[in-house]
């Protein structure tokens, strides 16, 4: 009986020194910032609690969940039916979109941790104008100097646009010049007279039916400002393309009776000595029925040449495209060593359109 009564006496004890305690309640444990712009910088919430116990409250601790959230506490101690507040403030710089943030506060009260929230919605900042139009033509400002149209197929038009913009004081004039033989690219300045802070585009279109060339195709532009035209690297466009032929439409009679291209994977021209030139054949065949026509034959070594042959290729005959190699570097005579390129043989042959062919040799 006396074991029972300690036991009781004692749970009596704690549930006394429990309301003793300091008991710790907020207004409110979460709060909505809503929509906020990154640009007006830091926003902060207020958090009011009270100490509803009997006991002075103390907080040994209060912690964020994110460094970029901050939060300040009333560090003496609360007296009972007194009240504290937590200062929270979070920082939006470089977080667009949605946040959900925990603090967390650690205290002598009955619940010795408790957490409150914040959330939102973060607004990104407009880009900054140099950040929009990272390429500068003198006093232009271009968001791009590169346009890739990607793979053509032939008869297509793809049509490309670059932004520009004037962040000067002053009203600007553009316009474009284009290679005479570059007819297959058409362009339009929207707003040849731009005005400080105004924004317009260089319209392309190419035009892959006019363009004689097959495979890869590089050209460029050069943008003028203010009437000076710089053929400089500094005012230059690069467009490139690759331009396929289009088999599509092509009937299971068509590819039966169509052009088989034979060609080696891989030819060697032998040894060479510095600064000078050699010349070499590579033989190919047409192993189908209808006529086989080479395209184009294309390298973009600089050290080789190449010389397609004209017209149809006819069933079971041969030819040959004709290779020139010039073992001179950057003006100067070959280093001696072993050299590998790729040619590149484009041709009608609808299974077989480009075939990559490995070509070595030595320079001694």
């Known amino acids: 009986m006396k074991k029972i009564l300690s036991v009781v006496t004692l749970a009596l004890c704690a549930v006394a020194m429990m309301g003793q305690q300091p008991v710790i309640t907020f207004k409110t444990t979460e709060h909505d910032f809503g929509k906020i712009n990154e640009a007006d910088g830091r926003v902060t919430t207020v958090f009011e609690f009270k100490n509803e116990g009997m006991e002075p409250l103390v907080l040994s601790n209060v912690r964020a969940s994110c460094g970029c959230t901050t939060p300040k506490w009333t560090r003496e101690p609360i007296e009972p039916g007194q009240t504290g507040q937590i200062t929270v403030t979070y920082n939006p710089n470089g977080r667009p979109g949605r946040f959900q943030k925990t603090v967390t506060i650690t205290s002598n009260a009955t619940e010795a941790t408790t957490r409150v929230y914040i959330k939102g919605e973060v607004i990104p900042k407009p880009a900054k104008p140099v950040n929009q139009y990272p390429v500068q033509m003198g006093e ?31 009203e600007l004039k553009v316009d474009l010049a284009t290679h005479p033989q570059d007819n297959f690219l058409a362009w339009q300045v929207t707003l040849p007279t731009v005005q400080t802070n105004e924004t317009g585009k260089l319209a392309f279109v190419f035009d892959s039916e006019a363009c004689k060339l097959y495979g890869p195709v590089e050209l460029y532009a050069y943008v003028e400002v203010n009437g000076k035209a710089e053929h400089t690297d500094e005012y230059k466009l690069t467009f490139k393309a690759e331009v396929d032929e289009d088999f599509s439409n092509l009937s299971v009679a068509d590819r039966q009776q169509a052009p088989i291209l034979e060609v080696q994977d891989a030819i060697n021209l032998g040894t060479i000595a510095a600064g000078k030139k050699v010349k070499k054949s590579l033989p190919i065949a047409n192993a189908g029925v209808n006529g086989l026509i080479v395209r184009r034959a294309y390298s973009n070594s600089e050290f080789i040449n190449l010389i397609a042959p004209k017209g149809a290729i006819k069933s079971g005959k041969k030819s040959e495209i004709k290779i020139e190699l010039t073992a001179i570097m950057d003006g100067a005579n070959m280093p001696a060593g072993n050299y590998t390129r790729e040619i590149l043989v484009i041709t009608n042959d609808p299974n077989q359109p480009k075939k990559t062919i490995k070509v070595t040799w030595d320079v001694e």
């Open 140 to 170: 232009l400002s271009l968001k791009a100097k590169n346009i890739n149209f990607g793979t053509i197929k032939k008869g297509q038009k793809i049509n490309h646009e670059i932004e520009y913009a004037n962040h000067t004081d002053h």
